[in-house]
Nanobody, 119 residues
Framework: QVQLVESGGVLVQAGASLRLSCAASGRTSSTYNMAWFRQAPGKERAFVAVISWSGGSTDYADSVKGRFTISRYNANVYLQMNSLKPDDTAVYYC??????????????WGQGTQVTVSS
């Protein structure tokens, strides 16, 4: 069993930067690929970024490439978000599982943290 707890979501203005954290615990948490997804009101949960269990590989959604950076230290994972836009407003979820852009590839999920970007 892996437990994930996100933090760092706040209300910011467009153009600001923000860093989300995901604290992972559990005996095998450091062996999973870790990802960030987001869900805006009325929309499906969408892939943001994923990092391999070793930290050596990453993948990003086109909408955040060049602005967001995913990283990890041991089992914990982070999402550095720069040049935030109102369209980035969503609940951000941390997930642990396979290497995938599909939510179904992830077995464990956090409770989410709200990011709101005002224009």
């Amino acid at each position: 069993q892996v437990q994930l707890v996100e933090s760092g979501g706040v209300l910011v203005q467009a153009g600001a930067s923000l860093r989300l954290s995901c604290a992972a615990s559990g005996r095998t948490s450091s062996t999973y690929n870790m990802a960030w997804f987001r869900q805006a009101p009325g929309k499906e949960r969408a892939f943001v970024a994923v990092i391999s269990w070793s930290g050596g590989s990453t993948d990003y959604a086109d909408s955040v490439k060049g602005r967001f950076t995913i990283s990890r230290y041991n089992a914990n994972v982070y999402l550095q978000m720069n040049s935030l836009k109102p369209d980035d407003t969503a609940v951000y979820y941390c997930a642990a599982g396979t290497w995938s852009r599909d939510p179904s590839g992830y077995r464990y999920w956090g409770q989410g943290t709200q990011v709101t970007v005002s224009s």
